[in-house]
């Protein structure tokens, strides 16, 4: 298999990345994409805290992040190799992980909050994307999403938002966003918007990429 081309997607937290990679993927096979996400990479830490001092903890530095391991497997992916990995929970005891097994493609897609930040990373990217969102949009999407599948409370919540998620955002983000080939500005609700956006994207690639 020839080298896959490489979608770089950054976003902050609640920037609609996750509906933005599912309306994309949408446009391709399983046999034609492959996806690897950071969020996977985070390095084990629940069993060596306190419920409290979990509360407290700073998800949103990229010291937490196993990167070696993550460009590891990405280099892995563009030599054509499976790879396998464990779910991250985000130590959710209520969630079960799952086994990933994530099998080269002609396109990989590598998506999270560091990927920029992480050069090694970054300059392995043959497209960059960069998703963002208004900030009382982003708060919104992010208290939906960790009250209901990661079972925090809105106390803690509102804690990492202000203490973390906005400060890692500023620090190691936002400064690389004029770096990227496209910005996408998703503030709308409506499906159809992002699935234009993603259709407009796909078709480029399956002229360049997929013939």
Known sequence: MNKPFIIGIAGGSGSGKTFFLKCFREHFTEAEVSLVSQDD???PVAHTMTKEENMFYNFDLPSTV?????????NRLVRGETILKKEYTFNNPDVEPRMLEIKPAPI?????LFILHFREIASSLDLKIFIEA???????????????ERGYSREDVMYRWVNHV???YNAYLLPYKGECDQVITNNSHEADDIICVTEEIS?????K???
């Not at 196993?66 to 990405?74: L, M, Q, V």
């Not at 208004?134 to 960790?146: E, F, P």
């Open 134 to 148: 208004d900030d009382h949009i982003a708060l919104q999407r992010r208290v939906k999403r960790d009250l209901v």
């Open 66 to 74: 196993d990167h070696e391991h993550f460009n590891d497997d990405i």
């Open 41 to 43: 990479y985070y390095i």
């Open 108 to 112: 990989l897609i590598v998506e999270g």
């Open 166 to 168: 906005v400060p890692a």
């Open 209 to 211: 990429i997929l013939i």
């Open 203 to 207: 078709k480029e690639l399956r002229k």
